[in-house]
């Protein structure tokens, strides 16, 4: 099974489009018409769509972890910085997660980028 993503609405839009143009399953917060949720629903949202979620926002680390502390389960999370990781870095790398990645993998993971 591939890996199919979740992306905040705050991630560059560019990021989304190269994903979708190399045949990456993607889905957009505002897509989804979930704009301006928090981070403990878009965690929720990302998991009943089983999709792991990209984000490039240090604060939704915060949540993870607490889940993770909780015990609370949730579909994943690749978090990128944005001063460190460019754009087409951050594409290639979610690509190949995508293409050879299982979702089972990130069930609970936080999963930094670059790889």
Do not use: W
């Amino acid at each position: 099974m591939t890996v199919a993503f979740y992306i905040d609405e705050n991630v560059h839009r560019a990021i989304a489009d190269e994903l979708r143009i190399r045949g990456v399953d993607v889905l957009s917060v505002r897509a989804d018409g979930k704009a301006g949720t928090s981070d403990p629903e878009v965690l929720q949202r990302a998991m009943e769509l089983r999709r792991v979620v990209f984000r490039r926002d240090q604060d939704f680390l915060i949540e993870a972890n607490a889940r993770m502390q909780r015990g609370e389960a949730f579909a994943g999370v690749i978090y990128a910085h944005q001063l460190s990781v460019s754009i087409g870095r951050c594409v290639e790398d979610l690509e190949l997660v995508a293409k050879i990645g299982n979702s089972e993998e990130f069930f609970n993971c936080v999963q930094f980028l670059p790889l």
